[in-house]
């Protein structure tokens, strides 16, 4: 079945820089990536998603690339600010046989330091 | 504006009980998934449904089994609770063939 493997685990920044999590999957079926932030305390969010036709999406401060040759994404979010700082989770959608059902990986923990 | 409801934030039980995690949502979505979420591990799938009285199981769906008896219900039970389950359970759903999900708010389970 798929797997998700999300690096880094932890990731600190300062303030206005820039921060990247990156991810591989293992089945070339998947087609949709989602990627969800969720602060302390508070439900995972939809931040961003990116589809298979698709190389790039950015959508202000936050962007998603794609190598699908590669099988891997990225989440990059510019400009970081503290309002940044939670835990991302990417996953991954395969729809042949799987319902469209996610497969998330362990968990980016950011923590931006003004 | 909740659109999925998890009938309890947090709960204590002892070890051997039978659990019922509620979840409900309000967006005529068909498919609904349960997850939990333990620190460094991410969210790992237990059961989703596709339909009513539909069910598959996920990743680690030992020791849990699921009900879905109305579109917007779907239920998460243990059958007889175990310290290893101890953790946070998120329910989510997502409408068929496309969007990505919408979770509720989780809930802290303690088996003692």
């Known amino acids: 079945g798929e797997n998700v493997e999300q690096h880094p685990s932890t990731l600190s920044v300062q303030e206005g820089d820039s921060a990247v999590i990156k991810c591989t999957y293992s089945?070339?079926?998947?087609?949709?990536f989602p990627w969800y932030k969720q602060e302390l305390g508070k439900r995972p969010q939809l931040i961003i998603d990116?589809?298979?036709?698709?190389g790039e999406k950015k959508d202000q401060r936050i962007a998603v690339t794609l190598n699908k040759t590669a099988k891997h994404f990225s989440l990059h979010i510019t400009e970081t600010q503290p309002e940044d700082s939670a835990v991302y989770f990417c996953?991954?959608?395969?729809?042949?046989?799987?319902?469209?059902?996610?497969?998330f990986g362990a968990g980016t923990r950011l923590a931006v330091h003004p | 504006d909740v659109k999925v409801t998890q009938s309890s934030r947090y709960l204590v039980k002892r070890t051997g009980e039978k659990v019922f995690l509620e979840c409900v949502q309000d967006?005529?979505?068909?498919?609904m998934f349960w997850y939990r979420q333990d620190p460094g591990l991410g969210l790992r799938l237990i059961y989703f449904?596709?339909?009513?009285?539909?069910?598959e199981k996920g990743d680690i769906p030992e020791g849990y089994s699921v009900s879905r008896e109305k579109k917007e219900r779907f239920s998460l039970i243990l059958e007889s609770a175990s310290t290893n389950q101890t953790s946070m359970y998120l329910c989510?759903?997502?409408?068929?063939?496309?969007?990505?999900?919408?979770f509720g708010s989780g809930t802290r389970l303690t088996v003692v």
């Open positions: 967006m005529d979505h068909e498919n």
């Open positions: 989510a759903s997502r409408p068929r063939d496309r969007g990505g999900y919408t």
């Open positions: 990116i589809r298979s036709n698709v």
């Open positions: 996953a991954a959608s395969n729809p042949l046989g799987g319902y469209n059902k996610l497969i």
């Open positions: 449904s596709y339909d009513v009285k539909m069910k």
């Open positions: 089945d070339s079926a998947s087609n949709y």
